[in-house]
């Protein structure tokens, strides 16, 4: 019997990979190969080649080769590379200013993308289409419905007639009640505490009447006046120095040329200069 050694063919030419449309999709292609080809994955074993080209598969590389047969040994294999597609775009538009966008794979969980929002003066009622679970084939934009908000200035009239309360959407304007009339003719209304606001505010308001007495307003103003005093000293022509006993005051005798007039002198210390005037 004669052996004969199987040949062992060139590694196939021409093969091409195509890539996946959108990344994690899953839809790259091989082309240029037949029936008489096999490939495999990095992490798979070999399968056959059944028609013209390789489909659904994922990003990554691929190794194609002949198959062995009774007359042929295997080939050695070509290497091809099936690139990732694109991203998809995943938007959440806040409607009323900013937005979140991101770029997510096919079939990727979508609830850690979704942004917790919200805006003054008004309720979020949610989004205007269902969110998959899952990232569809297609990009998606949801946009955020609202609903404003109603607020109500209330009036605090400290007794005098009551103000029906103003009750208006956020942001509207507000056209200010007449002033209310006090009881007494002796206050006058001197404004709202806090002010009345131009437009209504994202919340509930009360405000409260100032009144003011007419009687304090018109009270005059005693200004304070400073007064000089002018005082002129009395040059005694002679004295008389009177030492009573320690503690008591006796009786003065003043002289006859000085009636009136005294220095008093008290143990101890030096003269009083007292002047001592008689009525």
Do not use: C
């Amino acid at each position: 019997n004669v052996s004969i050694a199987k040949a062992k063919p060139d590694a196939p030419t021409n093969i091409v990979a195509k890539a996946e449309t959108i990344s994690k999709l899953a839809d790259g292609k091989i082309t240029g190969v037949d029936a008489t080809m096999q490939y495999k994955s990095e992490n798979s074993d070999y399968a056959d080649i059944t028609g013209t080209e390789v489909t659904d598969l994922a990003a990554g590389e691929y190794q194609v080769s002949y198959k062995g047969t009774d007359n042929y040994l295997e080939s050695d294999a070509v290497t091809v590379t099936v690139d990732p597609g694109r991203k998809l775009n995943l938007t959440f538009d806040f409607n009323g200013g900013g937005s979140a966008a991101y770029y997510v794979d096919y079939g990727e969980e979508i609830a850690d993308y979704i942004p917790t929002i919200g805006q003054e003066g008004y309720t979020f009622l949610g989004w205007d289409n269902d969110i998959p679970d899952t990232m569809p084939a297609e990009d998606l934009t949801f946009v955020a419905q609202w609903q404003i908000n109603q607020y109500t200035i209330t009036f605090n009239t400290v007794g005098a007639d009551p103000i029906a309360p103003i009750t208006q959407d956020y942001g509207t304007e507000i056209t200010a009640p007449a002033d209310p009339i006090p009881h007494s003719s002796s206050v006058y209304f001197a404004g709202w505490l806090p002010a009345v606001p131009a437009t209504m505010p994202a919340y509930n308001l009360t405000v409260m009447a100032q009144w003011r007495s007419r009687e304090a307003e018109n009270a005059p103003t005693n200004p304070v006046t400073s007064t000089t005093v002018t005082t002129t000293p009395v040059t005694p022509t002679e004295t008389e120095t009177v030492t009573p006993a320690a503690g008591t005051f006796e009786d003065i005798t003043d002289e006859e040329d000085n009636a009136g007039e005294a220095q008093i002198s008290t143990p101890g210390s030096e003269l009083a200069d007292a002047i001592l005037t008689d009525s």
